[in-house]
């Protein structure tokens, strides 16, 4: 029976980036698509922190803005926002440069990569936490 989702429901941002976040624990060990990898990185941030504001009443904004979001968090005094911080400044622009031509690319750094995805996997935890057991 199919999964039906609902955007203003911070459990199912949560199901779905835990889904993202399995996928790139293998493709980052394997070593394999490193630019996809950092864009998805950037989508699952993204999607973590939209779970976090529409748990706290956020009203849901369509946006992929990274800053905007941690300037949301942070509008909030929300205790994630420090954490949230650094990576999306290290994540903002590769949400778009890795998905089209037209952009220099970085050369691999797998080691920061899984560092990254540890960082914002802590997150989904903490998030998917304080959402509650309707998650996944």
């Known amino acids: 029976m199919p999964r039906k989702t609902d955007s203003n429901n911070p459990a199912d941002w949560i199901f779905i980036a835990e889904s993202d976040l399995a996928a790139l624990d293998i493709l980052g060990q394997q070593e394999a698509g ?74 691999p750094d797998w080691p920061d990569l899984r560092v990254k995805l540890q960082h914002v996997s802590e997150l989904l935890v903490i998030v998917k936490a304080r959402v509650g057991p309707s998650c996944g």
Not at 81 to 103: D, E, H, I, M, N
């Open 34 to 107: 490193y630019e996809m990898c950092r864009s998805k990185l950037a989508e699952v941030l993204e999607k973590v922190a939209k779970a976090e504001l529409i748990r706290t009443g956020w009203r849901l904004e369509k946006t992929h803005d990274l800053l905007k979001l941690y300037g949301e968090l942070s509008v909030r005094g929300s205790d994630l926002a420090q954490r949230v911080k650094p990576l999306a400044t290290a994540l903002a622009q590769v949400y778009f440069s890795a998905r089209y031509p037209g952009f220099d690319l970085d050369d």
